[in-house]
């Protein structure tokens, strides 16, 4: 059974950081590009950014570029978003998902975990 | 980047069809495929993959869901509708950079 488990989120002043962790099991998880997909309080769904199987390629939304940094280590099964410079629009629960799979046509969001919340706030 | 428009809700019958739009502000098709999936979600959980690629249906997903369209225009159908399919539904496309969603289409009864 495909599992992601994620952790790491909590309540940090704008300015601060945080780091989110994923931990995957039940799949080789070299085999899928990872990603990051978050949803402000009663909105909608937005990808955050995706990497791909090794880790050599990464890919950010406008908003998060040069402030966070996604990071796979792949001999832990493990996802990692680094979030500098937090802002209080970045106040959302952020989901761990599988992104596109090596055998897959097109990248897609098959499995997700239960999320984390992230409240930035002074 | 690409949008996708979604109608806000939808208000149904129960064991009735529910049909659901998803409009995008450019092709989304890559070599015949249809970059463009379905999701579900009810409040407190994490969403579910549904329907990739236009019209197939997810692991585990009941046939009650289908989904058509192409280039622009996509459609998320549910025939009929349980009471357990009460959630907000959103489309997503994953043909560029940044991925995006609809806005989601929350499903009532009517």
């Known amino acids: 059974e495909v599992q992601l488990a994620e952790s790491g989120g909590g309540l940090v002043q704008p300015g601060r950081s945080l780091k989110l962790s994923c931990a995957a099991s039940g799949f080789t998880f070299s085999d899928y590009y990872m990603a990051w997909v978050r949803q402000a309080p009663t909105k909608g769904l937005e990808w955050v950014a995706s990497?791909?199987?090794?880790?050599?390629?990464?890919y950010y939304r406008d908003s998060v570029k040069g402030r966070f940094t996604i990071s796979r280590d792949n001999a832990k099964s493990s996802l990692y978003l680094q979030m500098d410079s937090l802002r209080s629009e970045d106040t959302a629960t952020y989901y761990c998902t599988t992104d596109w799979g090596i055998a897959a046509i097109s990248p897609l969001f098959a499995y997700w975990g239960q999320g984390t919340l992230v409240t930035v706030s002074s | 980047d690409i949008v996708l428009t979604q109608s806000p809700a939808l208000a149904v019958s129960l064991e009735q069809r529910a049909t659901i739009s998803c409009k995008t502000s450019q092709n989304v098709d890559n070599y015949g495929i249809s970059y463009m999936h379905w999701y579900q979600q009810k409040p407190g959980q994490q969403p579910k993959l549904l329907i990739y690629?236009?019209?197939n249906l997810a692991s585990g997903i009941p046939a009650r869901f289908s989904g058509s369209g192409s280039g622009t225009d996509f459609t998320l159908t549910i025939d009929p509708v349980e009471a357990d399919d009460i959630a907000t539904y959103y489309c997503?496309?994953?043909?560029?950079?940044?991925?995006?969603f609809g806005a989601g289409t929350k499903l009532e009864l009517k």
């Open positions: 690629e236009g019209s």
């Open positions: 997503q496309q994953s043909k560029d950079y940044p991925y995006t």
């Open positions: 990497i791909s199987y090794d880790g050599g390629s990464t």
